[in-house]
């Protein structure tokens, strides 16, 4: 999947051709949503209808894995959200971050919408990771109810992510 840029000029470029997939060249970076691909329907008009309720309604549109990128959205998507969300504060330049990053989204995926995933950058987001203590990345912290639950730091195997995130979704 492809980050996207806000105007959508695809419909009538060489790419949109009837029953082509096209890779969002064009949609919801400004939603910050990462989308599936798209596929031009037989008369070159993309099927945006759908696609554009979901990243502009009211209460945006969010998927089990999302990026954070302000304090007010970490709020709102996180601290308020009725589901456990695991914050994953990570940094590009970060090694293991990279490693750990797409098991962690494998692992939310497979929970179905039972779990959440917010990824953090800690070089845009500093003051989040100031005020939650990251110091060392990457650094993943469980929240349930709006309250830190659990925190690891570090590389972890399969078995521990397992039983991090099943230990955040058990409803005792």
Known sequence: MLRVRPLLRIASSSLA???SSVLNHGLASAANVLLPKTTVSRNNNLMVKSISKRLFADKK??????????????????IKSDKPVIVDFHAEWCGPCK?????????????????????????????LAIHYGVQVVPTVIAFKNGQSKEKFVGMQDDRMLDGFINRLTDKK
């Open 17 to 19: 051709r009837p029953g």
């Open 61 to 78: 549109a969010i998927g089990p894995v999302f990026n954070v990128q302000s304090q007010e959205e970490f709020d709102k998507l996180v």
């Open 99 to 127: 490693a750990l990053g797409p098991r962690l989204e494998s692992m939310v995926a497979s929970k179905k919408g039972s779990v959440l995933l917010a990824k953090v950058d800690i070089d845009s987001c500093a003051d």
